[in-house]
């Protein structure tokens, strides 16, 4: 196994120890003498670079594979799963949002696998990118604002504000996403794209009645 690969496990392993380390209730809500909403952020923050770093080096060493493609999306919806639902069970994220968020990761999920099957990879787009950005920065800042003594003011207004602007880019990169996948979806476009793609493959022929091969020169 390489090394990307390696880091996209590894951020699967991630999922189940910050799910323990968000909803279990520490003594003293310390671990090792470090607040558990520092320490659950850590790992949220650790997890989340591997989800930079494994695709960038498997670019850069020329290590994309199919196991690759397959679980390095599945390791990103857990990942995201597990913090929102957390996230809600704490009380900092409200589960209608969560909800929208998460089926948009299932509905997104599921148009990409029919695409894969019928043989085409559809990139993840510029909103969806976005989206991301935003998930990271939503979640970080609410495991934060979960004080012992009440949320904290400035991260809960700034996960909420994030958490809005994701749920906003999740709405519309799923409609791009259902855009694009049309062609896949829709047997007769996908019929018509084919047939096009082979006429345009296939060479030029005489018209009928007409000599063929290149025309001499003292033809007009």
Not at 160 to 179: E, I
Request: glycine residues 8%; positive net charge; hydrophobic residues 55%.
């Amino acid at each position: 196994m390489n090394l990307p690969n390696s880091l996209t496990i590894s951020r699967i392993i991630f999922v189940p120890l910050l799910v323990v380390v968000l909803l279990t209730n520490f003594e003293g809500r310390v671990i090792l003498g470090v607040p558990t909403e520092l320490v659950g952020a850590a790992i949220f923050g650790l997890a989340s670079i591997t989800d930079w770093l494994d695709g960038y080096l498997a670019r850069r060493r020329k290590q994309i594979t199919a196991l690759g493609q397959v679980i390095d999306p599945l390791a990103d919806k857990l990942l995201t799963c597990a913090a929102l639902i957390s996230l809600v069970w704490m009380g900092m994220a409200s589960p209608w949002m969560a909800t929208v968020i998460i089926g948009r990761e299932f509905a997104v999920t599921t148009l990409r696998s029919v695409a894969y099957a019928r043989g085409v990879s559809i990139p993840a787009s510029r909103l969806g990118k976005i989206k991301m950005v935003g998930e990271v920065v939503a979640i970080l800042a609410l495991i934060l604002a979960h004080g012992p003594d009440g949320p904290r003011e400035p991260f809960l207004l700034i996960g909420q504000a994030a958490l809005w602007a994701v749920l906003v880019t999740a709405l519309a990169s799923a409609a791009d996403y259902f855009r694009r996948f049309n062609v896949v979806l829709n047997p007769r476009v996908a019929d018509f794209a084919a047939a096009r793609e082979r006429r345009a493959e296939k060479p030029p022929t005489a018209a009928s009645g007409a000599p063929g091969g290149p025309r001499s020169a003292w033809r007009p």
